[in-house]
Each structure stands twice: as C-alpha cells, then as structure tokens.
C-alpha cells in the first residue's frame, strides 16, 4: 500500500502517476518538493510549456545517502530541452529561488532507464557510493 506522502504526489505531479507502484514506492522523497501555491502554477504553466513532465524539487537536497536506484532521475530519462526551452526553465528557476525550489524536467513519454549509466550515478561514483 502506498503512503500518503507518495499519493499525493502522484495527484500533484503527472510523471508520479505514470510510475509503476513498485519504483513509486521506493524513490525517496526527501529531495521532491509537494507543489502548493505558486510553485502548482508554476509547475503546470512550465509543464505545459515545454510539453515534458516537470518535477519540483527541494534547491538544497541530494541525498546521497540513499540506494542509486531510490532517485527518480537515475530512473526516468530527463528531457533533451532546445535552447529556449531551457532560457524558459531558467526564468522559472529564478522566480522559484525565493521558496527554495528548483525543477527537473523529464522526457514524455516516460522512458526507463539504467540507473548505473544515469548523471546521477557519476555523483554516487565520484563519493565512493558505488
């Protein structure tokens, strides 16, 4: 059964509803920011724009301390942004700072990936993590 926390998400954020219950049950949640006020409109507004699953997450946590395979982003592909699509994520990231929140944007479809070829796994490498 899925917590509270994790059903939230997946009534909030679109990408938490296209992951199977398996993966959404073990990401780890620290790092993701529940979108509320603002920060829904923006993430909508900036989903729509760039026709990509956008995530909110928390500016200031990448925990490490974790297995590779509880982060999102060392699971989902993250979108190729062309460069106005990235001047835009920009603009909102900057309007987002104020509340500590930045954004991921991920590719739509969803596309599964090998989470030990992920960005992120080069962070779990670098720290001795892997």
């Known amino acids: 059964m899925l917590s509270l926390e994790v059903r939230n998400f997946q009534r909030e954020v679109p990408l938490f509803a296209q992951l199977p219950e398996a993966m959404v049950s073990t990401l ?31 500016a200031e946590v990448c925990n490490l301390d974790t297995p590779l395979d509880t982060h999102l982003c060392a699971l989902v592909r993250g979108a190729n942004l062309r460069e106005d699509q990235k001047e835009l994520l920009n ?11 930045t954004y991921v944007v991920y590719q739509k479809p969803v596309e599964f990936i090998d989470p030990y070829k992920s960005a992120i796994s080069d962070l779990y490498r670098k720290y001795g993590k892997l």
């Open 91 to 101: 603009q909102y990231e900057a309007r987002s700072k104020r509340f500590g929140v």
């Open 28 to 58: 780890d949640l620290s790092g993701f920011y529940l979108p509320k006020g603002l920060i829904t409109v923006w993430r909508f507004d900036l989903e729509k724009e760039l026709r990509q699953f956008v995530v909110s997450y928390r």
